[in-house]
């Protein structure tokens, strides 16, 4: 049986952040609903007296002034009334969408900054999705229960307007239509938060469909797409994910309509009794036919603002169920410590010492550890080379270091200090580094290099360009660092080559001018000799710094200080180039297999 899951958030608490949040961004939003909603009640009171007060002017034989005065009057006053409303909806738009992109900047925010093991977490990725969703556009909840809320005064005002006009009928009359309204609420609030109970159903479809379209429609997986002619297959997922979503929807649609037909058998049980209360009223009492035109609209408009009441807080239930999803996304717990965390020591402008003490690493739902016992002290100034195979735990070990993991079993130390006492993004402010899956953001040279838009030292943008060998290329490009880099957002934006990117890389990194170096195999697409050359060109641009190299050739990292064999999870081997060779142990066996690899590969292609 599917769990049921409840929100931990209910309406009235909701309705408290929205006014929380509107208050510290757009105060002026609130008063304007509130307006709106008074200038909206009084236009269709205007609209239901304006027929009886001329027909009471007709039945008592008004001059023609009189009766021309009072259409006058009233049609100035809708007027107004029109013009004031269209003015205030016009700036509560306003107000609505600031505070719905406040919101989306919320969630993006979460995502840019949270613990990096949430990345890693199913539950948060569906999670961020529906949250996106609820702040994607202007029908949904974080702008729309402005709407809702306003509506709901709106008819608080027509009710008691209403109410005081109706206040000499009979009270079955209240009666008939307060309890079928009723009825009509609960019935409609019971299935309401049906949608949210089955989320899930509706999340993984739209999950799978969204990653065929982004790669179907992504320049990386184009040439692989025609290529092995993946299309049949994707077309075939996207079929059966739309077969999923459309049996979600179905059903969605089938308790809906229930309601429907629910409300419209209620609607038809209170109009009937109104009605006929009404005309056994004006045959026995002999009512004018101006009372009887406003008893008459006025009974079949109080119904609406019943209704419209009831059915308002059933829609503002909804809206908190999806508010919900937003602020259980912006509540997600953290596993690292932020701004609750201690700054770092003023002194680490300089290579700082880092150790590892028996530390142990297992992913989330892995059987077994990836690292498993790491002893290790990374000493300050030192070139330190992380090597093995694919698989042996190099990248692992650098998320440990780099404190974007914490480990299972152990402590990472920083001069001596547990990494997780620091405010975390003051951590990361050590390191400088080039991973592997590197991303270059669609924007101009010079704020790829700066990461930044504003306050951007060109000069120094410049240094490391030319230190990365980058200079010529940028140079020659039509507005030098000014120019665009990718083609998804600007026309005339210019496409890098590999090694163009990857030296636009160590210039971003050169800039950044943190005290520990890391390079995670970012050249693993060239060949060893250009990797190598790369490692030692970047190796004499960082002085006395702290590095890191990660490499599963072995070749590429030969300069280093020190070099670290990895193998299944553990330190097997370590020292020099040298000393490891000397050891003829895995270090020197594996060397060997590349060199002859690599020895062939020249003489097969005649080098």
């Known amino acids: 049986m599917e769990e049921k899951k409840k929100s931990p958030y209910n309406m009235w608490q909701n309705t408290g952040f929205m006014l929380s949040t509107a208050w510290r961004s757009c105060p002026s939003v609130i008063f304007l609903c509130i307006a709106l909603a008074v200038v909206t009640a009084a236009q269709t009171v205007a609209e239901l007296l304006i027929a009886p007060a001329v027909i009471a002017r007709v039945e008592e034989a008004a001059p023609l002034e009189s009766l021309l005065l ?42 840019s900054r949270t613990s990096y093991p949430n990345l890693m977490d199913a539950r948060f990725n569906d999670m961020e999705s529906k949250a996106f969703h609820a702040c994607g556009n202007n029908e949904e909840a974080t702008e729309q229960i402005w709407t809702t809320w306003t509506t709901i005064l709106t008819n608080l005002l027509g009710f008691a307007a209403y109410l005081a006009i109706l206040s000499g009928l009979h009270p079955l009359l209240f009666c008939v239509i307060a309890v079928t309204a009723a009825v009509g609420y609960f019935v409609d609030k019971k299935v309401s938060g049906w949608g949210y109970r089955h989320r899930e159903e509706a999340a993984r479809p739209i999950k799978e469909m969204y990653y065929i379209r982004q ?53 038809l049980i209170r109009n009937g009794v109104a ?32 209704t419209g009441i009831l059915d308002m807080f059933n829609q503002l239930h909804r809206e908190s169920l999806d508010l919900s999803m937003v602020r259980e996304f912006l509540d997600y717990p953290e596993s690292f410590r932020f701004e609750d965390g201690d700054p770092l020591p003023r002194d680490l402008s300089t290579p700082c010492e880092i150790r590892l003490e028996n530390v142990s690493f297992r992913y ?32 692992t070990l650098v998320r440990l270091v780099c404190g974007f993991l914490d480990p299972t079993e152990g402590r990472v130390l920083l001069n001596g200090e547990d990494i997780r006492r620091y405010d975390r993004r003051a951590y990361y402010e050590l390191f400088s580094a080039v991973f592997q899956d590197f991303s270059v953001l669609e924007a101009s040279v010079a704020e790829n290099v700066a990461q930044r838009v504003e306050g951007i030292d060109t000069g120094r943008v410049m240094a490391c360009l030319d230190q990365a060998g980058l200079t010529e290329k940028v140079m020659a490009l039509p507005k030098g660092v000014a120019t665009a880099i990718g083609r998804q957002v600007f026309e005339d934006g210019v496409e890098l080559s590999g090694g163009q990117t990857q030296r636009l890389m160590l210039a971003r990194a050169l800039y950044k001018d943190g005290p520990i170096l890391v390079l ?22 960082t002085g006395g710094k702290t590095s890191l190299f990660i490499s599963h050739r072995l070749a590429s990292t030969r300069f280093c200080d020190r070099i670290l064999f990895l193998e299944q999870g553990r330190i097997a081997e370590e ?31 005649g080098e």
């Not at 056994?280 to 408009?301: C, I, K, N, P, V």
């Not at 016992?373 to 000493?379: A, G, K, M």
């Not at 697409?525 to 970047?538: F, N």
């Open 70 to 111: 009072t259409i006058a009057g009233f049609s100035l006053a809708l007027l107004l009334l029109s013009g004031l409303k269209r003015y205030l909806d016009t700036n509560t738009l306003f107000g609505r969408v600031h505070i719905r992109m406040k919101l989306a900047r919320s969630v993006g925010l979460k995502i």
């Open 215 to 267: 790669t179907a429609t992504g320049r990386p997986h184009a040439k692989d797409i025609r290529m092995f002619g993946l299309g049949p297959w994707m077309n075939e997922v996207w079929r059966k994910s739309m077969s999923l979503f459309r049996a979600f929807l179905r059903r969605r649609e089938s308790v809906y309509l229930w309601i429907n037909l629910t409300d419209l058998l209620l609607t």
């Open 275 to 306: 009605y006929a209360y009404l005309l056994w009223l004006t045959l026995t009492t002999g009512m004018s036919a101006a009372e009887f035109l406003l008893y008459f609209t006025a009974a079949s408009g109080f119904t609406q603002w019943v």
């Open 364 to 395: 989330p739902k892995a059987e077994k550890d990836t690292l498993q016992h790491i002893n290790l002290t990374i000493r300050p100034g030192e070139k330190l080379a992380i090597v093995g195979l694919n698989g042996a735990g190099k990248t």
């Open 520 to 541: 995670d195999e970012p050249t693993a697409a060239l060949d060893p000799i250009a990797e190598e050359d790369i490692y030692r060109k970047y190796s004499g641009m």
């Open 575 to 605: 020292g020099t180039h040298n000393e490891l060779l000397a050891l003829g142990g895995g270090y020197a066996n594996l060397f060997d297999v590349q060199s002859q690899y690599y020895r062939e590969g020249g003489e097969n292609h």
